[in-house]
């Protein structure tokens, strides 16, 4: 079936370092969302993107959707303490159906 | 803020007994999914409700499972004979609808633990 992989599974980072995560889809997908859900809440939305090669901007966040629509990624410049979480990916295969990615959990140390 | 909203916030159940999983959407959303979430796994899709049926569902949504939206406000999950494989974290989800209105906004989610 369909999959969405992200990569790395963890990630621990000094305060100030950047931060990557990326997102594979197994097929090609009509638009990507990212979410991120802090431990113990629920996935909030950050952002859509729809453009094959499109990049949007969200302060210290980057997110890129690829060329072929079938991977995704969200960069974080000098990541702060706030942005302790899970990062997943939400590729669109159907109508009103999202495949979530397996998430990166970020730990940021002080 | 609008916010989608979840009853109860834990639920404890027998193996083979029936459970109602209830959420009351963001008023003026017309587009409503059930997810699930496993301890410490990835969020999984179940079902998307659109105009009083279902749009899409995935493999895990069998026929013990059903969706309903009884009133103008509720939309509900059933889960007929559950099983020990059913605990999970399942979270309700809205949005506005229309192909580019698909940002999902999640209630706080039910933890539903089967024993």
């Known amino acids: 079936g369909q999959q969405v992989m992200q990569i790395p599974q963890y990630q621990h980072v000094q305060e100030g370092e950047d931060f990557t995560t990326y997102c594979n889809s197994s097929?090609?997908?009509?638009?990507i969302q990212w979410y991120k859900q802090r431990p113990g809440g629920h996935p909030v939305f950050l952002i859509q993107l729809v453009k094959s090669g499109e990049v949007k901007k969200q302060k210290r966040l980057t997110f890129q959707f690829g060329e072929a629509k079938k991977n995704s990624s969200l960069h974080i410049t000098a990541t702060q303490t706030t942005d302790v979480g899970t990062y997943f990916c939400?590729?669109?295969?159907?109508?009103?159906?999202?495949?979530f990615g397996t998430g990166t959990r970020l730990k940021v140390l002080a | 803020e609008p916010e989608v909203t979840q009853t109860p916030s834990h639920q404890v159940t027998q193996m083979g007994q029936e459970v109602i999983l209830r959420c009351v959407p963001i008023?003026?959303?017309?587009?409503f999914y059930w997810y699930r979430q496993i301890l410490g796994q990835k969020v999984e899709f179940l079902v998307s409700?659109?105009?009083?049926?279902?749009?899409?569902k995935s493999e895990i949504f069998d026929d013990q499972f059903s969706v309903e939206r009884p009133d103008g406000s509720n939309f509900t999950l059933k889960i007929r004979s559950t099983k020990l494989e059913d605990s999970a974290m399942y979270f309700c989800a809205s949005s506005e609808g229309g192909y580019m209105n698909t940002e999902a906004f999640f209630g706080q989610g039910t933890r539903l633990t089967v024993v």
């Open positions: 939400a590729g669109r295969t159907g109508t009103y159906k999202y495949i």
């Open positions: 008023s003026n959303h017309l587009y």
């Open positions: 097929t090609t997908l009509s638009n």
């Open positions: 409700f659109y105009n009083n049926e279902i749009s899409e």
